[in-house]
């Protein structure tokens, strides 16, 4: 099966074909011996790649985000010779400290580097404590920073180049929700997710803002599973936990993780 062909089968959406021909070129250039790898994906992306990589048979390839439980992630193609204990990332991490009575989100750092004119690709993820951050970045991208990235919001910034197995993620704060609803509608566990009206989860639905299961979804009516993931630009990210039958009333008892 050629490129055209693969991308005909798998592509979803004008803007996932163009992902997905950047991410066979790196495969066909593993393929002529050269090691290549993808820039940061988010989880939507990597979902469209591994469609394309099991469609193609599965060429050789690893994934990396730089630490175990990594959002963002590169996919590295390998040619036959390399194996994967010798592939380096193409990838580093940057530690960055300020006064701790600043109060820093994932926002503020993100901005700061996008402000400054880079693509979100060439960062991975940002891992906000308190009065640290880790940020994963390419590697040709870590001078530029090291030099540049002197302040986020309104805090002035320190930031030094760390080894990945230095690298400090903080622990996630989860909320449990336990509720019911009238049917295993999108829009309905949504709006118990991230407690918010019915009517706006659907609003912002249709709107392209919502993925099920890292894929984009506009559908309000979509049914969603016990274990299926809900995210939501604007609002995080809540998993569908528990169905645990219905109530007095005749509504579905469900148990929800919501990411704070």
Same mark, same amino acid.
């Given at each position: 099966?050629?490129?055209?062909?693969?991308?005909? +089968? /798998? =592509?979803?959406?004008? @803007?996932?074909?163009?992902?997905?021909?950047?991410?066979?070129?790196? !495969? @066909?250039?593993?393929? *002529?011996? $050269?090691?290549?790898?993808?820039?940061?994906?988010?989880?939507?992306?990597?979902? !469209?790649?591994?469609?394309?990589?099991?469609?193609?048979?599965?060429? *050789?390839?690893?994934?990396?985000?730089?630490? !175990?439980?990594?959002?963002?992630?590169?996919?590295?193609?390998?040619?036959?010779?390399?194996? @994967?204990?010798?592939?380096?990332?193409?990838?580093?991490?940057?530690?960055?400290?300020?006064?701790?009575?600043? !109060?820093?989100?994932?926002?503020?750092?993100?901005?700061?580097?996008?402000? +400054?004119?880079?693509?979100? @690709?060439? /960062?991975?993820?940002?891992?906000?404590?308190?009065?640290?951050?880790?940020?994963?970045?390419?590697?040709?991208? =870590?001078?530029?920073?090291?030099?540049?990235?002197?302040?986020?919001?309104?805090?002035?910034?320190?930031?030094?180049?760390?080894?990945?197995?230095? %690298?400090?993620?903080?622990?996630?704060?989860?909320?449990? #929700?336990?509720?019911?609803?009238?049917?295993? *509608?999108?829009?309905?566990?949504?709006?118990?997710?991230?407690?918010?009206?019915?009517?706006?989860?659907?609003?912002? %639905?249709? =709107?392209?803002? #919502?993925?099920?299961?890292?894929?984009?979804?506009?559908?309000?009516?979509?049914?969603?599973?016990? &274990?299926? /993931?809900?995210?939501?630009?604007?609002?995080?990210?809540? $998993?569908?936990?528990?169905?645990?039958?219905?109530?007095?009333? &005749?509504?579905?008892?469900? #148990?929800?993780?919501?990411?704070?």
């Amino acid at each position: 099966m050629n490129k055209t062909e693969l991308l005909n +089968q /798998v =592509a979803q959406s004008p @803007e996932e074909r163009q992902l997905l021909a950047r991410v066979w070129d790196k !495969a @066909e250039q593993a393929q *002529r011996g $050269v090691p290549a790898c993808t820039p940061f994906l988010s989880q939507s992306q990597q979902e !469209a790649a591994g469609r394309l990589i099991a469609a193609a048979g599965h060429p *050789r390839h690893m994934w990396s985000g730089g630490f !175990a439980d990594a959002e963002r992630k590169v996919c590295c193609f390998l040619p036959d010779w390399q194996e @994967e204990e010798d592939v380096e990332p193409p990838f580093t991490a940057l530690r960055c400290r300020w006064q701790s009575g600043e !109060a820093l989100s994932h926002r503020d750092f993100l901005g700061s580097i996008l402000g +400054q004119g880079i693509d979100r @690709e060439k /960062v991975g993820d940002i891992l906000v404590g308190q009065g640290v951050c880790d940020i994963l970045v390419f590697r040709d991208l =870590a001078p530029y920073l090291l030099q540049n990235l002197t302040g986020a919001g309104r805090a002035k910034l320190r930031v030094e180049e760390i080894s990945l197995e230095d %690298i400090a993620p903080p622990e996630k704060t989860v909320k449990r #929700v336990n509720d019911t609803v009238s049917s295993p *509608r999108l829009d309905a566990v949504m709006a118990s997710g991230f407690s918010t009206g019915r009517s706006k989860a659907a609003g912002l %639905i249709s =709107a392209g803002k #919502v993925e099920l299961n890292h894929r984009p979804c506009l559908k309000p009516d979509r049914t969603v599973n016990e &274990g299926d /993931v809900i995210t939501c630009r604007g609002l995080g990210k809540c $998993v569908l936990k528990e169905v645990n039958g219905l109530s007095k009333k &005749g509504r579905i008892i469900i #148990v929800l993780e919501r990411y704070l």
